[in-house]
């Protein structure tokens, strides 16, 4: 849930812990969140496919897992929160089935920017983990 | 794999993609409100416009992460032809085998949200091509691109580096080959599957009457006798019937699979598999030979092949 407000510059600190967020990754998430994204690629939607191409299942793509860290960052720093960059390295597949755990950390702050350090894990690993800038109010009164 | 090769694909560095390529539909509520939903995003700013228009962003705006969703191609398919340098290097990796594709890095940076009505499109260059890595996914090459998004007004409000492992599926272990399913042994066909296991193709012989019957069963469809022995089959047949099975795939088995209903020369039909021939080859009629296969230490069964001559 997005915080209704949004934080302050001045009240955000470096070391910082983000609220968890846990996703939990059914089949229908990650079909839906692929279509979404319009990303018919058949490793994400089609199990037989996905298995012939390597892979033990269907699994969420790049663009959902975006989806997910922007997320995970606006429901922290509310609305007015403004992205600058994301920067994503993929690891462990996101499969149906299992449970995506999001946790963050502020690791630098400058000239109204926070840059958060983010990560998602599931059973088998990270998934993803990268970093966020994004620009936050001076004052939010 | 050979030098020629990643010659030819690394000719691809620092070349542009093609002609931008434009989104399907301007930045637009619908799409937006699907991916939110999706998401579980509710970030008011996205779909409430009374919130939006407080926000900082004074009106709706579409998740800056959403960027890529923008330029997506969709369900459409490519064209077979005339792709631009992105398809044709696909195409030469797919070609030396690398043919399964992974994202495995992003970089966006946003230069400003987009709103309802911008319409974006986008340019990409080929930026590199990795030497052969080993993954834990197979053998691989990365591929890095690099893309800028514009909008109608030629406006740059977005950037991204794209990397993806375009590599060969991992083979199959053989320990890993899962074994052929068991069959569901009866005390009415145990007799079948112990004469396989000793090289024998056993037919169910009526001990009143001499009828031959498949598949097994305890009673005489002719004169109803319980009683029964076997004899063994010369192995030889012709093929009834068959067909050829691409989908759905059992791991167990190999494709295309031909599954066929066997004539015994001694009037008794049985399903098994046509083997050591190309599925075109095979034609309703044509002469077989049993081949007892070992698939593994506990299974053993009758299978065909065209007999020689």
């Known amino acids: 849930m997005t915080a209704t407000t949004t934080l302050a510059y001045d009240d955000v600190n470096v070391g910082d812990v983000l609220p968890e967020l846990s996703v939990p990754l059914t089949r229908t998430l990650i079909v839906a969140t692929a279509i979404a994204s319009r990303d018919y690629q058949d490793v994400h939607h089609d199990p037989g496919l996905a298995q012939e191409r390597g892979s033990k299942d269907i699994f969420m793509n790049i663009l959902s897992t975006n989806g997910f860290v922007g997320r995970f960052i606006t429901d922290w720093a509310g609305p007015d929160a403004v992205l600058e960059r994301v920067k994503i390295r993929l690891g462990a597949p996101n499969y149906p089935g299992d449970t995506m755990v999001m946790t963050g950390t502020v690791v630098e702050k400058h000239d109204g920017l926070v840059e958060v350090a983010v990560k998602g894990a599931n059973s088998l690993g990270d998934h993803v983990t990268g970093t966020v800038r994004l620009a936050l109010p001076r004052d939010t009164t | 794999m050979s030098d020629a090769f990643l010659e030819k694909a690394r000719s691809f560095e620092g070349r542009d993609v093609g002609p931008a390529e434009p989104g399907a539909d301007a930045v637009n509520q619908a799409m937006i409100r699907h991916w939110c939903e999706a998401i579980g ?3 008011p700013v996205y779909t409430d416009p009374e919130a939006a228009r407080r926000s900082v962003h004074g009106g709706i705006v579409a998740p800056p992460v959403m960027l890529q969703a923008w330029v997506m191609r969709g369900v459409r398919p490519r064209p077979a032809a005339g792709g631009n340098a992105r398809d044709e290097l696909m195409a030469i990796l797919d070609a030396a085998g690398f043919t399964s594709v992974v994202a495995t890095d992003c ?3 946003y230069h400003r949200y987009l709103r309802l009505g911008d319409h974006l499109s986008m340019t990409s260059t080929i930026e590199s091509i990795s030497d052969e890595k080993k993954t834990a996914l197979g053998a691989g090459h ?3 691109t690099r893309s800028d998004y514009h909008d109608q007004q030629g406006e740059l409000v977005a950037s991204m580096r794209f990397r993806i492992l375009k590599f060969k599926p991992g083979e199959r272990k053989t320990g890993d080959q899962p074994k052929r399913p068991r069959p569901a042994v009866t005390q009415d066909n145990a007799f079948f599957f112990e004469g396989a296991r000793h ?7 009526c001990k009143s009457c ?3 019957r498949h598949p097994p069963r305890p009673m005489c469809a002719r004169c109803r006798s319980l009683e029964w022995d076997t004899v063994e089959a010369t192995g030889r047949g012709t093929l009834y019937s068959f067909v050829v099975n691409h989908h759905p795939q059992v791991p167990a088995f190999d494709y295309p699979l031909v599954v066929g209903l ?9 399903v098994s598999n046509v083997i050591g021939v190309d599925p075109a080859d095979v034609r309703v009629g044509m002469p077989l030979e049993l081949e007892m296969v070992a698939f593994d230490d506990e299974l053993t069964l009758p299978q ?3 007999a020689p001559g």
Do not use: A, K, S, Y
């Open chain 2, 199 to 205: 090289g024998q193709l056993l037919i169910q012989r």
């Open chain 2, 107 to 109: 970089e966006q940076e």
């Open chain 2, 262 to 270: 066997v004539q015994l020369e001694e009037g008794t039909r049985l």
């Open chain 2, 210 to 212: 001499g009828e031959l």
């Open chain 2, 41 to 43: 995003d509710t970030n």
């Open chain 2, 142 to 144: 990365f591929v890095t």
């Open chain 2, 304 to 306: 065909f092949h065209p």
